[in-house]
């Protein structure tokens, strides 16, 4: 069945350091997303992206944040100054539709401490 | 933004009992729900949705009930089974207000006892 892919599955960085996240949406999904979980919080939506561009963000997806699908296959998620309150679990999904009762298929996740 | 609420963290079941977890929305526009299981360290694996339109969906052992004018969702799952064991999010959207983002839950965490 296909997945959701994301690298890395863990990282550590220090405060103030650029960090990227990469991921390998379903393949012929149309739509992407990065969500992130703070431990012991809830999953929250950041970023949804189509056709090159992003279609949606939250408040929590500031300057620092960019997205980017460099290629036909990778969907990227940068944070470009790591803050410690960026430490979380970040994943990224897709879907085949965008609006209209579309279900979204998560990956693994990558879990980010910012040191 | 407490949107969708889970208001039990915990949930206990005898295997081979029914297991039901609730979701309560706030949000009169959503009209698109999805649940999830998860494990720790792992990502949401979606389970199963249902539009508004309807008020049942079933997947096997999965069906979820939607009740509108309660504005609450439940997730019943039979027969129970150990491997069941894991965190479930309800998440809600609304594709008339033209977002493309779900709200989640907290999570209800359920034990399947053998």
């Known amino acids: 069945e296909p997945e959701v892919t994301q690298t890395p599955s863990h990282q550590v960085t220090q405060m103030g350091q650029e960090v990227i996240l990469r991921c390998v949406p379903i393949s012929n999904h149309l739509y992407f997303y990065w969500y992130r979980q703070i431990l012991g919080q809830k999953v929250e939506f950041l970023v949804s992206?189509?056709?090159?561009?992003?279609?949606?963000k939250s408040e929590i997806f500031d300057d620092q944040f960019s997205v980017e699908r460099p290629d036909g296959s990778n969907f990227t998620l940068k944070i470009r100054s790591t803050k410690l309150e960026d430490s979380a679990m970040y994943f990224c999904?897709?879907?085949?539709?965008?609006?209209?009762?579309?279900?979204?298929?998560f990956g693994e996740g990558s879990w980010l401490t910012v040191v | 933004d407490q949107q969708v609420k889970q208001n039990s963290p915990s949930l206990s079941v005898q295997e081979g009992r029914i297991s039901i977890l609730n979701c309560d929305y706030t949000n009169s526009m959503f009209d698109y729900f999805l649940w999830y299981k998860k494990y720790p360290a792992e990502g949401p694996t979606f389970l199963i949705s249902i539009s508004s339109i309807k008020d049942k969906n079933e997947d096997g052992r999965f069906t979820v009930f939607l009740n509108k004018s309660a504005k609450h969702l439940s997730l019943h799952i039979v027969p129970s089974q150990p491997g069941d064991s894991a965190v479930y999010f309800c998440?809600?959207?609304?594709?008339?207000?033209?977002?493309?983002?779900?709200?989640f839950g907290t999570g209800t965490r359920l034990k399947v006892l053998a």
């Open positions: 992206f189509y056709n090159n561009e992003i279609s949606e």
């Open positions: 999904a897709s879907s085949r539709q965008g609006l209209a009762g579309n279900t979204i298929y």
């Open positions: 998440a809600a959207s609304s594709a008339t207000s033209g977002t493309y983002k779900y709200i």
